[in-house]
């Protein structure tokens, strides 16, 4: 019997409510799913003939935006870009431009996975607030109240044990960013996880509030945040190219993360979920989670109704730094609030919500028009893409209203473009030498491992790939092949003796780690050693 394609699709969006439960999804928003799935396809045929509105009412072609967008990421030198456009029929618009990796010269496809950064934390706010939807959680219930123990015996959160305010903190907080956490300890002077203000009182953006309710949603569920997320996220809403961890296909076509001057770098392949900053996606893929917030209706309307409501006002003169403990005077250019997981504004074109997304090597914005029902997701590989988001997503959908100075977005400016440093040179050192460093270090509640491979050391850790270290003197300092946001000082036990750890008890690591400025240097216990560098891996033998 023939069947019409809306018969097709109508059919198909049956079947898929029978298989993952009428209460969760209606066929309305099944249908939604599958004609968007249509729409995207392999080559995202069927958007590209039609011209995509914009916020102003004007309209612009899709071949006219391609050049315009092509023309702005190469004068900027982003490496790397997915993007897709949301508009009046689900997703308007999706493309890719450049290269997943510079050094090979292997073309960005619609189907690249790129790394989506603090993205990751808008799917995660979506997975709470479905468990939230269930009753196993409440958003106003203390967290501590789900856990076995008081929060400050758990070894990772031990610097708490005076400071009681973390009973009273809620996943509302978490989600709207008001715990009074840092974004990470690592990042405080001294490198200590403290509460910095009244929970609830103002905005801080956080991720070690995100680090520990994600710990809360696990425990109360049962279930990893990689297992939730394909269930409740990814696999109804055919997000096919996103995960929280890597997943082996990937590897065929996967964007590697690129520095400022165009030099890709190795990620490691995380094997761990981490609700902060670990989601692998393209922006077609994010774009589905987008029109599934457009189009909820009924109870799941009323959640994402209570995730795009404002929350907590943003008087802050910008995200992060010193600014974000400025308030400023008068008002600004629009109403800056945050919701649950999504920053949100009102402006002239309507309600919006956004995120930023900002991780070494991959950048990437999302701002969505409530109202109008257009929006813009760009996920790049290179650290050049925050120099001219403002530009891309004002050509593509008109936005003039994004908070980009809050966020901290410098503006492109070819005058300020720097020269590459240069390479790191290795220098050759003696096996002898290297198997000084042979042992496990400690990172907070990490341990991470080195080992000797003939005249290779490697350093590995839980959830990550190993990765290879080179010498770069002959003191030797040993740099690793990527850059990391901390520095560790770690102290090796005195020969013969068995030290505790001071948390739990058990016998320390060879290498103990505390945490300083600037970038990752390991020493011996009992030699001092001068910091060197910035954002570097590195471990030392010795200081002279």
């Not at 789900?146 to 031990?158: A, M, V």
């Not at 008109?398 to 492109?412: E, H, I, K, N, R």
Request: with cysteine; aromatic share 8%; net charge negative.
């Amino acid at each position: 019997m023939h069947m019409s394609g809306q018969a097709r699709v109508e059919t198909v969006a049956r079947r898929i409510a029978g298989h993952i439960g009428v209460d969760r999804m209606n066929i309305r928003q099944v249908l939604g799913m599958v004609a968007m799935a249509a729409a995207l396809g392999p080559h995202a045929a069927g958007v590209e003939d039609t011209a995509i509105r914009r916020l102003d009412g004007s309209h612009i072609a899709p071949e006219d935006l391609r050049e315009a967008v092509r023309g702005i990421t190469e004068k900027a030198g982003v490496t790397g870009l997915s993007m897709a456009v949301v508009g009046d029929d689900g997703v308007a618009h999706v493309a890719a431009y450049g290269m997943r990796d510079a050094k090979e010269q292997t073309p960005a496809d619609i189907d690249t996975v790129f790394g989506a950064a603090s993205l990751s934390k808008t799917v995660f706010a979506y997975v709470v607030m479905l468990v939230v939807e269930d009753g196993d959680i409440g958003l106003d219930t203390p967290l501590v109240d789900y856990l076995p123990k008081p929060l400050h015996e758990d070894p990772s959160y031990t610097d708490l044990a005076d400071d009681l305010r973390y009973e009273r903190i809620t996943a509302r907080m978490v989600l709207s960013h008001t715990t009074g956490f840092p974004n990470w300890r690592f990042l405080t002077e001294d490198k200590r996880l403290s509460i910095l203000f009244e929970p609830g009182a103002r905005h801080s953006y956080s991720g070690e509030g995100i680090a520990l309710l994600q710990r809360v949603v696990e425990r109360v569920t049962g279930r990893g945040l990689q297992e939730l997320a394909s269930e409740r996220v990814f696999d109804p809403l055919g997000m096919t190219r996103t995960s929280y961890v890597w997943r082996d296909e990937y590897a065929a076509n996967r964007a590697l993360p690129h520095d400022e001057f165009g030099r890709p770098k190795n990620p490691p392949r995380r094997v761990k979920a981490d609700a902060a900053g670990s989601m692998l996606t393209t922006a077609g893929d994010y774009a589905r989670l987008v029109t599934a917030l457009l189009a909820a209706d009924g109870r799941r309307g009323e959640t994402v109704a209570e995730i795009l409501r404002p929350q907590i006002r943003i008087a802050s003169r910008s995200m992060f730094g010193p600014g974000a403990w400025e308030d400023i005077e008068g008002d600004r250019d629009v109403e800056l609030s945050w919701g649950l997981g999504w920053g949100r504004f009102d402006s002239d074109a309507g309600r919006a919500f956004f995120h930023t997304g900002h991780d070494f090597g991959f950048q990437a914005y999302t701002v969505t028009f409530v109202d109008q029902g257009i929006g813009v997701t760009l996920l790049a590989n290179s650290d050049n893409l925050e120099s001219v988001a403002r530009e891309i997503v004002e050509v593509a959908i008109a936005d003039t209203y994004s908070p980009f100075g809050w966020l901290g977005y410098a503006p492109f400016d070819p005058e300020r473009r720097r020269e590459p440093p240069p390479e790191p040179v290795a220098t050759h050192v003696p096996a002898e030498i290297l198997g000084t460093y042979v042992g496990a270090y400690r990172l907070m509640e990490n341990v991470f491992r080195v080992h000797l491979e003939g005249e290779q050391l490697i350093v590995s850790a839980e959830g990550k790939d190993e990765m290879p270290l080179l010498g770069e003197s002959e003191t030797p300092i040993l740099r690793g092949r990527r850059r990391h946001p901390v520095r560790v000082h770690a102290r090796r036990s005195r020969s013969g003796r068995e030290s505790r750890d001071r948390h739990t008890g058990a016998p320390d690591p060879d290498y103990k780690g505390g945490v300083m400025r600037g970038a990752a240097v390991a020493r011996r216990r009992g030699v001092p050693c001068s910091p060197e560098g910035k954002g570097a891996f590195r471990l030392r033998r010795h200081c002279t």
